[in-house]
C-alpha cells in the first residue's frame, strides 16, 4: 500500500510539469517553466528513491536518485540567487 502511494506522487509529480507549462502557454500566467523543471526534478527523484528503498533496491540505486535530487536543488537553488 505505502509503495502504491508512492507511486502515484511519482506520477502526479511528472504530470504537473507538462501540466502546469501548457498553463503557462495558454493563458499567460502560472509558474516559469525552467524553475518549475528543478524543483519538480528535485522532488521526483526524492520520490524515485524512496520508491527504490522501498522495493528493496540496492543502496548504489537509492544513493543514485538521491544524487539526482541534490543536482536537481542545487540548480534550482543556483537559479534562485542569481536572480535574488
Given amino acids: ?8 506522487a511519482l506520477v502526479l509529480a511528472l504530470l504537473e510539469a507538462p ?6 502557454r495558454a493563458t ?7 524553475p518549475l523543471v528543478a ?5 521526483a527523484c526524492l520520490l524515485a528513491g524512496l520508491r527504490l528503498a522501498l ?3 540496492s ?5 543514485l ?14 537559479r534562485r540567487w542569481r536572480r535574488g
Avoid: C, K
Avoid at 500500500?1 to 502515484?8: E, G, R, S
Fill in 1 to 8: 500500500m505505502t509503495a502504491a502511494i508512492v507511486d502515484l
Fill in 19 to 24: 501540466a502546469l507549462a501548457m498553463w503557462r
Fill in 28 to 34: 499567460g500566467s502560472g509558474p516559469a517553466v525552467a
Fill in 39 to 43: 524543483n519538480l526534478a528535485s522532488g
Fill in 55 to 57: 522495493g528493496g533496491a
Fill in 59 to 63: 543502496g548504489l540505486w537509492v544513493a
Fill in 65 to 78: 536518485a538521491l544524487t539526482g535530487a541534490l543536482l536537481a536543488h542545487l540548480a534550482d537553488l543556483t
